[in-house]
T-cell receptor, first 116, second 115 residues
Framework: DQQVKQNSPSLSVQEGRISILNCDYT??????FLWYKKYPAEGPTFLIS?????DKNEDGRFTVFLNKSAKHLSLHIVPSQPGDSAVYFC???????????????FGSGTQLTVLP | DADVTQTPRNRITKTGKRIMLECSQT?????MYWYRQDPGLGLRLIYY???????NKGEISDGYSVSRQAQAKFSLSLESAIPNQTALYFC??????????????FGPGTRLTVL
């Protein structure tokens, strides 16, 4: 069973509007979450992250929200730009507090298309 | 120049052939990883290595083997390729200095097709 789920395979948004990408997880031991962006023919690139001690992290146009009780995180992009069109993966890891070696578990990705 | 490189970028092979995918990095990171991406399944971890002497199996290691030749090089082998190993393969590195720094840096990927 997938521990990290992105239930929307695709999302289309008009340029200038807000894009909201969602991610749910089932493993309550996850304590660090990341978003990656992937363009065709390229590897995923790190976008933004959040630890479980926070509920929001912002970096420019990108904000990640974490709702631990609902085991849900979301990525907001405001304003959306055509160059944001890509596949977005959320990922999670556990063991933050112990400092032990950690692996990333990825969701299946959401294709975002920003329409001009 | 790219920090994480993968060779080849594309490969078509036949069932039963031995295939090696190579990954090199100039980031100076100790940790390296191999993933495969399949449609609808995201990225799944095959093997990872936290230093030259450390190799660990990931979620889907069956049918694969790896070699960490140096800090900068991590190779993935398919001893006898089969069609369901057709996928996009990614190498990644990370440098876990500090708390929560699980950020991994990915190579451009190798598209492997097994006929």
């Amino acid at each position: 069973d997938q521990q990290v789920k992105q239930n929307s395979p695709s999302l289309s948004v008009q340029e200038g509007r807000i894009s909201i990408l969602n991610c749910d997880y089932t493993n309550s031991m996850f304590d660090y979450f990341l978003w990656y962006k992937k363009y065709p023919a390229e590897g995923p690139t790190f976008l933004i992250s959040i630890s479980s001690i926070k509920d929001k992290n912002e970096d420019g146009r990108f904000t990640v929200f974490l709702n631990k009780s609902a085991k849900h995180l979301s990525l907001h992009i405001v304003p959306s730009q055509p160059g944001d069109s890509a596949v977005y993966f959320c990922a999670a890891s556990e063991g933050l507090r112990s400092g032990s070696a950690r692996q990333l578990t990825f969701g299946s990705g959401t294709q975002l298309t920003v329409l001009p | 120049d790219a920090d994480v490189t993968q060779t080849p970028r594309n490969r078509i092979t036949k069932t039963g052939k031995r295939i090696m995918l190579e990954c090199s990095q100039t980031k100076g990171h100790d940790r390296m990883y191999w993933y495969r991406q399949d449609p609808g399944l995201g990225l799944r971890l095959i093997y990872y290595s936290f230093d030259v002497k450390d190799i660990n199996k990931g979620e889907i290691s069956d049918g694969y083997s790896v070699s960490r030749q140096a800090q900068a090089k991590f190779s993935l082998s398919l001893e006898s390729a089969i069609p369901n190993q057709t996928a996009l393969y990614f190498c990644a590195t990370s440098d876990p200095t500090g708390v929560g720094t699980d950020t991994q840096y990915f190579g451009p990927g190798t598209r492997l097709t097994v006929l």
